[in-house]
């Protein structure tokens, strides 16, 4: 039974050889029998697909059948609302048509062509960003994701101060190649290491769980701010090239920065000569209601990074977005990077699409309605119905519950960095969420709120009301 979801058909899905026929090609797509395919997926999964961030061994991925909006489904006829967005980069969510059609027209037009030559979606997106980015940022640099987008905007910031130093928070990621997981703060690096020697972590704001003992988002603004002058002052001003903060801290715990931090931020770096660089992989694209999260704090950085939502990840694309003056110096000075992927015409396609749908459909006052109207009066409440609530706190649709033991001493729920055992209350909760046909995303002791952005209002609710009575099995872990 078709579905309307935010102006385009949920298909019922389909199961056991149900012959279906493709929206855009009008081609019938048999598919095999769902218990046979089932079976097939899971064989050569697990016989040859070695999987990220896993011992191979340890690990039953489920076998995904289809998607269509905010809902997946696998081969038992099970359907999942997506309040993951898959890794947070599904903006647009899944087969959306306009972005379907995009990439297929591309193909038929030009697959391919090389970073080195001019192609006209490559061109016509990165116009677009620059359009949206902030007065002084005309260039683009395109990378296939977030990893070498910040591995490119670190590098860009080295050659421009003729310094080597970065410096990031302790609660982040920035991804995967040697100096993006240098830059990480959180244990994905520990096995890594050692990796890029020129990196130092400090601590950012966290109100609920301040590093500086402060008692209100002003004191922590002045204390954060503070820290990090230190840190600058004492790894050696001169010896930094840049300063890395994801804007809105995302799978370390959506951390909204506190009123005037980054504004601090911008001062420091203006102060000390350094580039500050966005880290905006996983909040830009509309997922907090802005093109760029910064937007909604006020100063601009110098370099900005930016992947996944750009196009939804239906091809794998990412940058760096440059300000005049860095893009200046290498007006005649090569620079010295480059990636055969750079500016896919396919990728480019979908992102195209992206700013088309983005601009005919609301969605970035869609987000930020339904963030402020639905997602955050709901949690509200399940912070006043739920002991295991400690803090609720994001922007658009982007938030985190933080869950916790006791709200008087704020006792994580589970352990920093759990895993087995230790992790087994937040394993019960996203074990109930998926019993009731909602992917939650959840990590250490959180449980994030992040569906597609053009998830309708109705599912929204159901998946938050679903979160909600999951919510109890974290009450009953921690009493
Ligand atoms: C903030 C942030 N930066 C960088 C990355 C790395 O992006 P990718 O996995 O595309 O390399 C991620 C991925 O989750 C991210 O969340």
């Known amino acids: 039974m078709p579905v309307e979801l935010s102006g385009h058909a949920v298909r019922a899905h389909f199961l056991e050889g149900d012959p279906m026929t493709d929206t855009l090609t009008s081609t019938p797509v048999v598919r095999l029998p769902g218990a046979a395919a089932e079976a097939r997926v899971r064989a050569d999964d697990r016989g040859h697909v070695f999987h990220s961030w896993s011992a191979q061994a340890l690990i ?10 905010a809902a997946f489904w696998d081969y038992e006829g099970n359907s999942y609302l997506d309040f993951s967005s898959q890794l947070v980069n599904l903006n647009l969510g899944h087969q959306h048509p306009d972005l379907v059609e995009a990439i297929q027209r591309q193909a038929g037009r030009l697959a391919t062509i090389q970073p080195s030559m001019a192609n006209d979606v490559r061109g016509e997106l990165a116009r677009r960003i620059a359009d949206v980015s902030p007065e002084g940022f005309e260039k683009v640099f395109f990378t296939n994701g977030g990893a070498d987008a910040n591995e490119n905007a670190v590098r860009m910031a080295r050659l421009v101060t003729r310094r080597r130093k970065v410096l990031s928070a302790y609660r982040s990621y920035h991804g995967n190649t040697t100096t993006a997981i240098s830059l990480t703060g959180d244990p994905r690096r520990w096995p890594n290491e050692p990796g890029d020697g020129s990196v130092a972590h400090f601590f950012g704001p966290y109100a609920y769980r301040s590093a500086f003992h402060s008692s209100s988002p002003e004191e922590e603004t002045q204390r954060a701010l503070e820290h990090l002058e230190q840190t600058i002052v004492l790894e050696g001003a001169s010896t930094i090239a840049a300063i890395i903060l ?25 102060k000390y000569g350094i580039v500050w660089i966005a880290d905006e992989v996983m909040v830009g694209f509309g997922r907090v209601g802005e093109w760029f999260a910064f937007q909604a704090f006020g100063p601009a950085p110098d370099l900005i990074t930016f992947a996944k939502g750009v196009n939804s990840g239906y091809v794998p694309l990412g940058g760096v977005v440059i300000s005049d003056r860095i893009a200046a110096h290498f007006d005649t000075v090569s620079f010295p990077g480059g990636l055969t992927y750079s500016g896919h015409p396919l990728a480019c396609a979908a992102g195209v699409a992206t700013f088309e749908v983005f601009e ?41 519950i933080e869950l916790v033991r006791d709200r008087e001493t704020r006792e994580p729920l589970v352990p920093f960095n759990a895993s087995g055992t230790d992790a087994a209350p937040v394993a019960a909760l996203a074990a109930a969420c998926k019993r009731e046909g909602v992917w939650p995303f959840t ?14 209002e109705d599912d ?11 919510l109890d099995v974290a009450d009953a872990a921690a009493a």
């Open 460 to 470: 929204l609710v159901r998946g938050l009301d679903v979160i909600d009575r999951a």
């Open 60 to 69: 039953d991925p489920l076998p995904i059948a289809g998607g269509e909006g």
């Open 246 to 270: 994801e804007t809105i801290v995302g799978t370390n715990g959506v951390l909204v920065p506190p009123p005037g931090y980054l504004a601090g931020v911008r001062m420091l770096c203006d």
């Open 360 to 400: 005919r459909d609301g969605i970035l006052e869609r987000v930020r309605d339904l963030g402020a109207r639905v997602v955050e009066p709901a949690l509200r409440r399940m912070a006043e119905r739920h002991p295991s609530v400690g803090d609720v706190r994001g922007l658009g649709l982007f938030w985190a």
């Open 443 to 456: 990590h250490f002791n959180r449980v994030h709120v992040a569906p597609p952005l053009v998830i309708a």
